[in-house]
């Protein structure tokens, strides 16, 4: 039993790391990238041009580096989601 829980850890652990070693994110991954909701990537992608994104036959792609530049200059003005 003990084995199964070790294993199911792993797995989930196995999960995080591939995830922060992406590069690029679909707008739900951004989101939980960012620790928010689509709605709000949407937001600041489309309407407020904050946040660099590709369109990609109707698909919005943000790349790590565009969400960790956002992220930063959030933080420096002290905002919060």
């Not at 797995?11 to 960012?34: D, P, R, W």
């Not at 790349?63 to 200059?73: A, G």
Request: proline share 1%; no cysteine; charged share 30%.
């Amino acid at each position: 039993m003990e084995s199964n829980h070790a294993l199911a850890i792993l797995q989930k652990l196995g999960g995080i790391i591939e995830k922060m070693n992406k590069e690029t994110f679909s707008i739900e991954e951004a989101a939980e990238y960012l620790k928010t909701t689509p709605e709000t990537v949407e937001y600041y992608s489309k309407r407020q041009k904050q946040l660099s994104h590709v369109n990609l036959g109707g698909t919005l792609i943000f790349r790590r580096k565009d969400l960790e530049d956002f992220l930063e200059k959030k933080v420096k003005k002290g905002f919060v989601f």
